[in-house]
């Protein structure tokens, strides 16, 4: 098999270099356009397989329920009422306005819902009324 | 202010040297490679919070639809709706799309052990179903 005859008789071998560099500039760019930085409200878990009313929206605050039922919230485990003061807090910084609180539960479709159950009891209180269920879409 | 390099001026042909930045765009394309997460599209439900209070359970002139997520005769969880009782989400949205009333909202009432996909399919039926405003309540047992 003859490889490379021609270019080895004195020419001076040239890699044209043009071409790869204009596929790995795309490829960076796809990557660095689809990379997501910050997903550090998301716990792993797996939520309701449901079509949903809406697409998801920017939360004010996100409470993961995982399958075991602990609360987890930025990557920590909460106690509930320790999850009700970091709500609380989130409303102070509002200056008190509920309404600017758009408070999100993302529930493991396993959990019990005993604990989602206490979550509302405890947004109640603090006069949340309207709070978004996550769910993931059907495959 | 001079901008030319002197090899241009000098006759002398002008290079590149693309080794470095090509190092570097390579380090990033891994580094971006390596670390990029594809996180799954999700989607959300929207139902208001309700919290059982005892002056509520007194029923006025109207019959909103409320869909209780509890044990059933069976020992399994189910639907029930006026006290009938329902296995499945899409039986349940059949159901609930015979309500004329929808302008009042459904309300979901959801047992502590019931599971967390059967209260989601519950809003998703009575979402379905046509009923503007969807009501999850936590049902209270004791």
Do not use: W
């Not at chain 1, 758009?102 to 979550?119: E, H, I, T, W």
């Not at chain 2, 090509?22 to 309700?50: G, H, Q, W, Y």
């Amino acid at each position: 098999m003859k490889l490379s005859k021609k270019t080895n008789r004195g020419g001076n071998l040239q890699l044209n270099m043009t071409p790869m560099i204009d596929c790995v500039f795309l490829l960076l760019i796809f990557f660095m356009s689809c990379t997501q930085v910050s997903v550090i409200n998301k716990s792993p878990l797996d939520p309701p397989e449901q079509k949903g009313t809406e697409d998801q929206s920017e939360a004010t605050i996100t409470i993961n329920v995982d399958k075991d039922g602990d609360i987890l919230i930025t990557q920590g485990v909460y106690t509930l009422p320790e999850a009700a003061v970091l709500v609380k807090e989130t409303i102070d910084e509002k200056q008190g306005n509920v309404e600017l609180v758009n408070v999100v539960l993302r529930v493991d479709r396993q959990a019990k819902s005993g604990v989602v159950n206490d979550l509302i009891k405890a947004l109640e209180r603090l006069k949340i009324t309207n709070v978004r269920f996550t769910t993931r879409e059907p495959s | 202010m001079r901008l030319t390099s002197r090899s241009g001026k000098h006759g002398g042909s002008l290079e590149l040297n693309m080794t470095p930045m090509i190092d570097c765009v390579f380090l990033l394309l891994i580094f971006f490679m390596t670390t990029a997460s594809f996180v799954e599209t999700e989607r959300e439900l929207n139902p208001a919070i309700k919290v059982q209070r005892a002056s509520a359970r007194a029923v006025g002139d109207f019959q909103p639809a409320v869909i209780d997520v509890v044990r059933g005769s069976g020992g399994r969880f189910v639907y029930r709706v006026g006290g009938r009782e329902i296995q499945t989400q899409q039986e349940l949205t059949q159901v609930l799309r015979q309500f004329d009333n929808k302008i009042q909202g459904a309300f979901v009432r959801v047992s502590d052990d019931a599971i967390f996909d059967l209260p989601a399919a519950a809003i998703q039926a009575a979402k379905d179903a046509g009923f503007p405003f969807v009501s999850y309540v936590p049902l209270d047992e004791k």
